[in-house]
């Protein structure tokens, strides 16, 4: 399935990734070259009308590192619709703090293998023809 984008975003997402907070770097380590059990995932990748951290198109999966600022009430808002509009394109998306991933980043690495895990455990739907 190919999930377009707004090609206005791509210019922003370059941005992002010369710009990553620390966390975003180090959870970037352990999942560039296909370090997570053979997947390949792209950072700051535009997705419709978002840009998602980090993006696996084979598991249809987006992760997010969000910094403080999502704990105020009108980006936690945004954050929702843009799960909400991700999960409509069948796009699972996991979420974690900057402080998770660069305080603990075993149990954040055990969560994206558990998806893995049960992604790959679950046969593909069919569509029907």
Request: include cysteine; glycine fraction near 4%; proline fraction near 5%.
């Amino acid at each position: 399935m190919v999930i377009k984008y707004n090609p206005k975003l791509k210019e922003l997402a370059r941005q992002l990734r010369q710009n990553a907070t620390k966390a975003e770097v180090i959870l970037w380590q352990k999942l560039k070259r296909d370090q997570m059990h053979g997947y390949d995932f792209h950072r700051q990748k535009p997705i419709d009308e978002y840009i998602v951290d980090f993006f696996c198109n084979k598991l249809r999966l987006a992760i997010e590192v969000d910094g403080y600022s999502h704990g105020i009430l009108e980006v936690w808002e945004k954050d929702v619709a843009k799960t909400k509009r991700l999960n409509e394109l069948g796009i699972h998306v996991l979420r974690f703090s900057d402080n998770q991933v660069l305080h603990d980043m075993e149990n954040v690495l055990l969560v994206i293998e558990d998806y893995i895990e049960k992604f790959e455990a679950t046969p593909p739907s069919i569509p029907p023809y």
